[in-house]
């Protein structure tokens, strides 16, 4: 069992930053591969950007390739999305996600993970 919290999430002017942290516990954290998705109202929860276990293979979703960064320190047991230049269509439920995984790989949808965090509140104004 993995056991996921996010936090950092808050409301922010366009073009402004927020960093979103996922604190997992319950398995050894280098042993699994995370991802963060979003799910706005109204609309089907999507996939944002994905880090194998290690921190060296990253995926990102176009709609945030080159204004977010996700990164980890498995050290302590944290996962990390870096957003800039935010935009009023990033308004979202931002969720970390989790499987456990003994390959290098990054997985990039829903079906794919097997933990989930309750999610955090991301608003940006125009």
């Known amino acids: 069992q993995v056991q996921l919290v996010e936090s950092g999430g808050g409301l922010v002017q366009a073009g402004g930053s927020l960093r979103l942290s996922c604190g997992g516990s319950g398995r050894t954290f280098s042993s699994i591969a995370m991802g963060w998705f979003r799910q706005a109202p109204g609309k089907e929860r999507e996939f944002v950007a994905a880090i194998n276990w290690s921190g060296a293979r990253t995926y990102y979703a176009d709609s945030v390739k080159g204004r977010f960064t996700i990164s980890r320190d498995n050290a302590k047991n944290t996962m990390y999305l870096q957003m800039n230049s935010l935009k009023p269509e990033d308004t979202a439920v931002y969720y970390c996600?989790?499987?456990?995984?003994?390959?290098?790989?990054?997985?990039?949808?829903?079906?794919?993970?097997?933990?989930w965090g309750q999610g955090t509140q991301v608003t940006v104004s125009s």
């Open positions: 996600a989790a499987r456990i995984v003994s390959t290098l790989a990054v997985f990039t949808t829903i079906r794919q993970y097997d933990y």
